[in-house]
Structures are given as structure tokens and as C-alpha cells.
């Protein structure tokens, strides 16, 4: 399957896919994550029932932490 990430034209291997499995499959931490698909943002919770199809444009904002802060 042909799908677009960040503006990047990837070619995802498998059948179905859920948006989830996806995540899981890219190595990125759930809780860290938020995913627009085409241009509309998928809360977390329907992540596992969300199928991807052919053609589908994802932008993926994974949170980094760390650091300190300093007063």
C-alpha cells in the first residue's frame, strides 16, 4: 500500500492496515503521538478500528520530552 507520511511517499508492506499498527510498525510511543489523516485529526482511541487505505496523506507530530528548566 502507497501512503504519504510527513510528505513522504512511503510503501507500506501487509494488507490491512490500522492507523495503530502503523504506529506500532514505525517504532513511535502511542502516548506520544498525534496523527492527522487527510487533514483531520484521529483521536488516539480510534486509532485501532482506523483502516488505511491506498493514497492515504498522514502528518505524524511525535513529542520528544526532556530537558530542565531554569528560573
Given at each position: 500500500m502507497r501512503i504519504a507520511i510527513n510528505g513522504e511517499e512511503r510503501e507500506i508492506d501487509g494488507g490491512e492496515l490500522t492507523l495503530a499498527a502503523l504506529v506500532e510498525h514505525l517504532g513511535m510511543k502511542s502516548d506520544r503521538v498525534a496523527v492527522e489523516l487527510n487533514r483531520e485529526?484521529?483521536?488516539?482511541?480510534?486509532?485501532?478500528?482506523?483502516?488505511?487505505?491506498?493514497g492515504d496523506r498522514l502528518e505524524i507530530v511525535h513529542f520528544v520530552g526532556g530537558g530542565r528548566f531554569s528560573f
Open positions: 485529526i484521529v483521536a488516539r482511541e480510534r486509532w485501532p478500528g482506523t483502516r488505511l487505505r491506498e
